[in-house]
């Protein structure tokens, strides 16, 4: 996986080094092949018009590879897959220089061809040595190489030696010192080593493979770390019984250095603080003991990666609030992310856990801020946080669990509504039924020989139909009423006015305003 994930990578900067190369030239319409040796095979990568750098690479590249000069029907195929091909060294004859032989037909139907001589025969530079030396409790590979080491990289394989599963690791210097938790105690491992050329991006090949057997442990035994937040100790065992004059020593080391850590120098305790070191570091740290008494020193290390290993605090100030019906959270990062390194050290996620108590669910949300909708009434509502780096997948420490408990659900304002509306209600009836009683009961103590005025009789009506009309009278009939109200004084005019009036079809059409006909045209009856 590991090797796959590499070579990618190198596919990866050799093709941005050719798209490099390229960049400024105008002619795009070539094809761009490298052919680079690895140490069991030839590889030709190729490209055109930046197309293999897409994700969905579309060129389809057809290439052939022959020796210089053979006959086009001794071409053997190179298949290439995304972009690459290989040509296996036992494949070819090594007397012979080779051509490949790269056609394409773009999207656009345009053919395109290119050819690349290359030698069997040439080899890139010869293989770094390496030899393993294990002391004072370190296991540290040295290697060899004639370049000027500023320009390499260095892959190193470790495999134990009765395997084939093989570990990787990747070193900018020439002394790697191989991590204490790599390595089983009295297990043999081998190691071998590849430079790679970050200027010419050339591989090496692999040195030829030293083996070792990793030393047993020293005193002091049992070397831990306690790490809270951005205080780290490291912690050992010593038998002060039989040894009480003995001092220790913490290291940080480093390449091929080891630097006394500050406050850690011939103590007598058997913890030393080593707080000074980088949270985003990854350590290996070396306790060393001299026992005084019997004049012997010996060292102990361990991988000691803070960002990985620290406890980190848990958020202490959650703030909870409802307001219409919502529940807002805000959790404030713990106190010791004032620390600038450590909250620059990832894009801090804060990571919410909220359940209820009716319902039992708990869901998680990622945000500085929440927001819980739509809350239930009588429902206590109870929140945890942390915080927390996906990247290095760290995690703080949970915060306690702050709970609020929403009001009962007020009906106060729905009793009001319902009563108010019942009330309209009641009353309309009741008018409805008293309507006609009423108009009758005028009539007969104000009007007992007459007829009601029609401004009362319209007012009151007397059946539920004409109630119910009363206020929607057309404007024809209310003229027609003004009519009659002033007949007495003037019964010629009148006369003449109440007819044009009432010769409208309106008024005669709605005669059932009345139960008495037609009240106009009566009363001009009267009058004349
Ligand atoms: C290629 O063709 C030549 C004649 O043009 C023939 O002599 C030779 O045997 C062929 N080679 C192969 C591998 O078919
Ligand atoms: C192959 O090419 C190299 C140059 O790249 C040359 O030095 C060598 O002589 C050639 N070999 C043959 C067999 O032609
Ligand atoms: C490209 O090559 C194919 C055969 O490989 C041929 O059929 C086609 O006509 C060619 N197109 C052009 C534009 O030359
Ligand atoms: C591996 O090393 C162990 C000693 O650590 C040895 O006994 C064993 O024979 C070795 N196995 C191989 C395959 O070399
Ligand atoms: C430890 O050192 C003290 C003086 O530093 C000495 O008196 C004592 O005898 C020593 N203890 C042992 C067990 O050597
Ligand atoms: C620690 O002890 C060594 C000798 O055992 C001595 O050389 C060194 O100066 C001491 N360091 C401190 C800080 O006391
Ligand atoms: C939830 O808690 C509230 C207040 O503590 C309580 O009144 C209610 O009955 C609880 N609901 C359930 C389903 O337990």
């Excluded at 690895?38 to 030709?44: G, N, V, Y």
């Excluded at 009353?427 to 103590?445: A, D, E, W």
């Excluded at 009659?484 to 109440?498: A, G, H, K, R």
Aim: a negative charge.
């Amino acid at each position: 996986m590991r090797e796959d994930m590499a070579g990618r990578l190198v596919i990866l900067l050799l093709v941005t080094w050719m798209v490099g190369t390229a960049v400024g030239t105008e002619g795009l319409e070539t094809i761009d092949i490298l052919i680079i040796k690895s140490i069991d095979k030839f590889t030709a990568i190729l490209d055109w018009n930046y197309q293999c750098l897409g994700e969905d690479v579309k060129v389809p590249f057809t290439a052939v590879y022959k020796k210089i000069g053979a006959p086009e029907n001794e071409s053997q195929e190179c298949v290439v897959i995304n972009c690459s091909c290989n040509i296996s060294s036992d494949l070819l004859d090594y007397s012979h220089n080779y051509t490949l032989l790269v056609s394409a037909t773009t999207p656009e139907g345009k053919n395109l061809s290119n050819s690349q001589d290359f030698d069997p025969n040439y080899t890139s530079k010869p293989p770094p040595h390496v030899s393993i030396t294990s002391s004072d409790g370190l296991v540290m590979v040295n290697i060899l190489t004639p370049d000027p080491p500023n320009l390499e990289e260095y892959h190193l394989t470790l495999r134990k030696n009765d395997s084939t599963e093989q570990k990787f690791k990747f070193s900018r210097f020439r002394s790697y010192i191989i991590p204490p938790n790599e390595l089983l105690l009295g297990q043999t491992y081998c190691v071998k080593v590849q430079v790679y050329n970050l200027k010419t991006m050339e591989l090496s090949q692999f040195s030829p493979e030293d083996c070792f057997t990793a030393p047993p442990q020293e005193l002091p035994t049992n070397l831990r770390t306690e790490a809270l937040d951005l205080t780290y100790l490291l912690k050992w065992d010593w038998d002060f019984d039989q040894s009480p004059n003995a001092t220790f020593s913490v290291e940080k080391c480093y390449q091929d250095v080891c630097t006394k850590i500050k406050g850690c120098e011939n103590i007598t305790n058997s913890q030393c603080d080593c707080s000074v070191l980088y949270f985003g570091g990854n350590y290996i740290l070396r306790a060393s003991v001299y026992d005084r008494q019997r004049e012997v020193k010996s060292s102990s290390v361990i991988q000691f990666a803070p960002y990985l290993e620290t406890v980190l605090g848990p958020p202490k100030d959650l703030k909870m609030r409802i307001e219409n019906n919502v529940l807002f959270v805000d959790v404030s990062k713990p106190e010791v992310f004032k620390n600038a390194e450590l909250d620059s050290f990832c894009d801090w996620l804060t990571h919410l856990k909220y359940w209820n108590n009716s319902t039992l669910n708990a869901e998680e949300e990622k945000f500085p801020f929440f927001m819980i909708e739509s809350l239930e009434a009588s429902t206590t509502y109870c929140v945890k946080a942390k915080m927390k780096c996906p990247d290095y997948n760290t995690n703080s420490l949970y915060s306690e669990v702050n709970c609020i408990t929403t009001d009962p659900r007020s009906y106060l304002v729905a009793w009001i509504t319902g009563f108010t509306f019942l009330g309209i209600v009641v009353i309309s009836v009741v008018l409805y039924i008293c309507f006609c009683p009423l108009k009758r009961y005028v009539k007969h103590v104000f009007f007992p020989s007459g007829k009601l005025p029609s401004s009362i009789d319209k007012g009151l009506g007397d059946s539920p139909l004409a109630c119910i009309k009363q206020p929607f009278l057309s404007h024809e009939e209310e003229t027609t009423d003004l009519c009659y109200i002033v007949q007495t004084s003037d019964p010629e005019e009148l006369v003449q006015i109440n007819c044009k009036n009432s010769s409208n079809a309106n008024s005669q059409d709605s005669g059932n305003y009345s139960n008495d006909g037609q009240p106009t045209v009566e009363t001009v009856t009267n009058t004349q």
